[in-house]
């Protein structure tokens, strides 16, 4: 018993050994195993925190595919599930002065949505050569959090 005794005060930091008693070294050491608790769960919760950052992160990412013939446009969007994410997309691409003429909404999973748009471009549109049209992908059209375009 006294060699399990030295083995547990060898394993515990000089501060949780008051005296050399065996109570106070099994006090010692449940007050420790107490204090790796608490990091360890501190630790899980950081560790969760991240990753739903990254989650939010992708949120912020669609896919965004477009197809330009004239004044028609081929829009596909693949991103996360949100709420009110649609109405703000077609928010978004009526400011740019496209007009939805078909949509088409698929979901592969509870987490993840494709919206398909058949889009025309207005008379006033600004979007109409491919050097802006590659700026709207960088930039993303609303699917998300994220700014507006």
Not at 63 to 73: C, F, L
Not at 77 to 89: E, M, R
Request: glycine fraction near 4%; aromatic fraction near 4%; charge should be positive.
């Amino acid at each position: 018993m006294n060699e399990h005794i030295n083995s547990l005060r060898a394993l515990l930091p000089h501060s949780y050994v008051q005296r050399g008693e065996i109570a106070s070294i099994v006090g010692g050491a449940i007050n420790y195993v107490k204090v790796l608790r608490q990091i360890m769960q501190s630790l899980e919760s950081q560790k969760r925190t991240q990753q739903s950052s990254e989650v939010e992160d992708q949120t912020c990412n669609p896919k965004v595919e477009a197809t330009v013939i004239q004044n028609h446009v081929s829009l596909k969007v693949q991103c996360l599930k949100k709420q009110g994410q649609l109405l703000k997309g077609i928010i978004s691409l009526e400011k740019l002065r496209l007009t939805v003429l078909h949509l088409n909404i698929a979901s592969s999973s509870h987490s993840y949505v494709s919206y398909s748009f058949n889009l025309k471009m207005e008379d006033d549109c600004d979007l109409e050569s491919k050097k802006n049209w590659t700026r709207l992908r960088r930039r993303r059209i609303r699917f998300s959090r994220c700014s507006t375009i």
